[in-house]
């Protein structure tokens, strides 16, 4: 009997710790490089050093506006970081893992063709290697739209 407890508390311990190892895995599972819907960027996702997820552009099909110089990030409203590189540029902020919702949510996207910063959450509909973007306006997810990352391969 007293083997028996022994074995059935290790079984407990091992699945408890190869739970939290799994989940801890999958909040990182966003980490990597993405291309946009599009695939006219690639899009770097990462464990920025506030905690939070970021991401950031690291490749763009088209990197060179009409003149040939680099293109920049000519549509912000701010208008002293119009001449920021659009390589580079961070697109993602803050996101954060909800564990119940199985979901990255909290952060913004920002849209470098308009200016316009989006709320926003991320999330893996079955398929780790397409993951859904979802941008909204006024803090309501259904004024807006999903877009489908696929993970660079």
Not at 82 to 93: E, Q, S, T, V, Y
Request: hydrophobic residues 35%; positive net charge; glycine residues 8%.
């Amino acid at each position: 009997m007293k083997n028996l407890s022994v074995l059935l508390l290790l079984f407990i311990a091992s699945s408890f710790l190869s739970f939290n190892i799994i989940s801890n895995s999958s909040e990182n599972e966003i980490v990597d490089l993405w291309w946009n819907q599009e695939k006219t960027s690639k899009i770097k996702i990462f464990l920025a050093q506030n905690g939070k997820y970021a991401g950031k552009i690291e490749w763009l099909k088209e990197p060179l506006d009409k003149d040939g110089k680099p293109k920049t990030d000519n549509n912000n409203p701010n208008e002293k970081l119009r001449n920021n590189p659009r390589l580079g540029l961070a697109i993602l902020k803050n996101f954060v893992f909800n564990k119940k919702k199985n979901k990255w949510e909290g952060g913004t996207i920002y849209d470098p063709n308009n200016g316009k910063t989006y709320d926003a959450y991320m999330y893996f509909d079955g398929n780790n290697d397409k993951l859904q973007l979802r941008g909204y306006v006024l803090g309501m997810p259904f004024l807006g739209r999903t877009s489908v990352w696929e993970r660079v391969k």
